[in-house]
């Protein structure tokens, strides 16, 4: 009876022992659902208002950068880079566009100038070779029809200084004629100088144009870009948007600057060819004038 009383006792603290024991496992559960919870909960929003915040800033569109080119330049056709250029740029593609215009103006002058100069000594030439006297030279030569023909300035020249010594009482043939004759060349060698002054007005205009202008284009395309790349150092920016628009506004001065070069030189040139033909054609009518005069004072005339 005693040993069952014994056993008992011992059975009650053995129980007491491990109800002590599970008390802490059951109070802090270990289990992997647990601890999912347990996160899930320490992640869980505050409160309703941080909700609202975090919609709305995920609601808001992203703050697009400030385009300082594009719109900021105008649309980029030859007129809108014209109106957002530079003021030194405006004036450089101002000047060379009425350059460019100047030449355009004088290829039309010139064309007409020719044109009619060669009809008219073709017409002289014809009535000048029909003459018999150099009185009868010099009447066709001064004829208003003739007037400033440089082969009819050249004719008259020559037989206005004959004329003028036969009315001064000199000698014009016989021994006297080669001094005549040396006086009526010195006449038309005057006349043909003044002649290639005035076949070569507008020549120095034209290489002037043609030879500064891609020259007078590039400094406004400098000046352009210098101006770009201040913009891009303020802007804190090489984005393509912004550098663009600047850099094709500085390009365009020195497409304009070609513009204007390029006719200018293929006028130059082609005049130029224009102008030594009708020299050499002078030359052979003076040397055709000088033989008829010789023949002339051969004559006694």
Known sequence: MIEFKKTNLLLAFAGAFALATAAPAMAAPTTPAAAEASADAAAAPATPAEDTAAAAAEAAPAAEPEQVGGDAHGELTPVGMFLQAAMVVKVVMIGLLLASVLSWTLLLIKLFE????????????????????LSEIRRIATSDEFEGNPLADMAAAATDEIEIGRQAGLQISGEHRDSTLNRAQAAVAAVQAGLAKRLAGGQTFLAS???????????????????????????????????????????LATAIGLFAAIPAVIFYNYFQVRISAFGTRADQFGTELLNRISRQLDRGA
């Open 114 to 133: 020719f044109g009619g100069l060669n009809r008219a000594s073709d017409r002289f030439l014809e009535a000048f070779r029909g003459a018999n006297t």
């Open 209 to 251: 144009v043609g030879s500064a202008g891609p020259f007078i284009g590039l400094f406004a395309t400098v000046y352009g870009i210098m101006n770009s790349f201040i913009g891009i150092a303020n802007t804190n920016t090489t984005n393509l948007a912004v550098v663009a628009p600047g850099i094709a506004e500085a390009l």
